[in-house]
Antibody, heavy 121, light 110 residues
Framework: QVQMQESGPGLVRPLETLSLTCIVS??????????WTWIRQSPGKGLEYIGK???????YYSPSLKSRVSISMDRSRRQFYLTVSSVTAADTGFYYC?????????????WGQGILVTVSS | QTVVTQEPSFSVSPGGTVTLTCGLT?????????PSWFQQTPGQPPRSLIH???MRCTGVPDRFSGSILGNKAALTIAGAQADDESDYYC??????????FGGGTKLTVL
């Protein structure tokens, strides 16, 4: 079963850019069968869908975050990435990466353990 | 802006059956919204339970089932057990690649 692991800084200063990496354990990023997704959760709050990317390069972002978010991928390194610009305290929370099915993209096969990012000066 | 609604909390007795629902503030929810359900316990990532309305994810016991009830998506848990005590989230697709989570339901088993 594929393993996924988020990495990145645990602390980001306000108005700077948050950058996270998701490392995928197998070669499934090289096949077109999956979407690669980022989801976040503010402490004590619910889940928030950030966006996803497909190996074709197609991307979808949450309308509420679209102006500040970018998702990219590097298939050769088995990694995909999230950047969130101009962060505020509201961007503090756990960030999860996940793999979903391309044809049934509400079917999430695998999740990372999550990484806590705190926005603070 | 369409919001996805869930009961904030629910309780069920051990061995009992509970149905959690997921709806839209604007319009009806249908199979075409591809509802999915997730379970989350404190300190853990979400666990996928149901996708595409009623398809159980790998390893999920058949005590968990998904359906459409009226104009809402539903997650039914039969024979509730103590370790079913968790937060449950639905995810709804609104079209154009837009997906939105519900606010979650905190399920207590007592």
């Amino acid at each position: 079963q594929v393993q996924m692991q988020e990495s990145g800084p645990g602390l980001v200063r306000p108005l700077e850019t948050l950058s996270l990496t998701c490392i995928v354990s197998d070669g499934s990023m090289s096949v077109p069968d999956y979407y690669w997704t980022w989801i976040r959760q503010s402490p004590g709050k619910g889940l928030e869908y950030i966006g996803k990317i497909h190996s074709s390069g197609s991307r979808y972002y949450s309308p509420s975050l679209k102006s500040r978010v970018s998702i990219s991928m590097d298939r050769s390194r088995r990694q995909f990435y999230l950047t969130v610009s101009s962060v505020t305290a509201a961007d503090t929370g756990f960030y999860y990466c996940a793999r979903s099915d391309y044809k049934l993209d509400n079917w999430f096969h695998s999740w990372g353990q999550g990484i806590l990012v705190t926005v603070s000066s | 802006q369409t919001v996805v609604t869930q009961e904030p909390s629910f309780s069920v007795s051990p061995g009992g059956t509970v149905t959690l629902t997921c709806g839209l503030t604007s319009g009806s929810l249908s199979r075409g919204n591809y509802p999915s359900w997730f379970q989350q316990t404190p300190g853990q990532p979400p666990r996928s339970l149901i996708h595409t309305t009623d398809m159980r994810c790998t390893g999920v016991p058949d005590r968990f089932s998904g359906s459409i009830l009226g104009n809402k998506a539903a997650l039914t848990i039969a024979g509730a057990q103590a370790d079913d005590e968790s937060d449950y989230y639905c995810l709804i697709y609104l079209g154009m690649g837009v997906a939105v989570f519900g606010g979650g339901t905190k399920l207590t088993v007592l």
